[in-house]
């Protein structure tokens, strides 16, 4: 069985730091692009990193830039995404993501709540 299950999400306040994890279960991530996305409440789901099997290539959202930072386990089959610099507006529930074979899979995500 496919499984992609974050952890690591929480109440930090403003300026503070949160590190999520993704651990893949049920197949390799050797080989794969993997993502982290976010939705924040009664917004769409939306970008916010991305990394190559390699872990040499790395794209961000503008608005995460210089704060957030995603790397990749392949050994352990686990991605990370450490978030500095915590704003309010980076309150989301933060999935990652991999397209496998055609599918999307997804996680079940991880509420991170930012406080003013």
């Known amino acids: 069985q496919l499984q992609l299950v974050e952890s690591g999400g929480g109440l930090v306040q403003a300026g503070g730091s949160l590190r999520l994890s993704c651990v893949v279960s049920?197949?390799?991530?050797?080989?794969?692009?993997m993502a982290w996305f976010r939705q924040a409440p009664g917004k769409e789901r939306d970008f916010v990193a991305r990394?190559?099997?390699?872990?040499?290539?790395?794209d961000y959202t503008e608005s995460v830039k210089g704060r957030f930072t995603i790397s990749r386990d392949n050994a352990k089959n686990t991605l990370y995404l450490q978030m500095n610099s915590l704003k309010p507006e980076d309150t989301a529930v933060y999935y990652c993501?991999?397209?496998?074979?055609?599918?999307?899979?997804w996680g079940q995500g991880t509420q991170v709540i930012v406080s003013s």
């Open positions: 990394i190559t099997w390699t872990g040499t290539n790395t």
């Open positions: 049920g197949f390799t991530v050797s080989g794969l692009s």
């Open positions: 993501n991999t397209l496998y074979y055609g599918t999307d899979y």
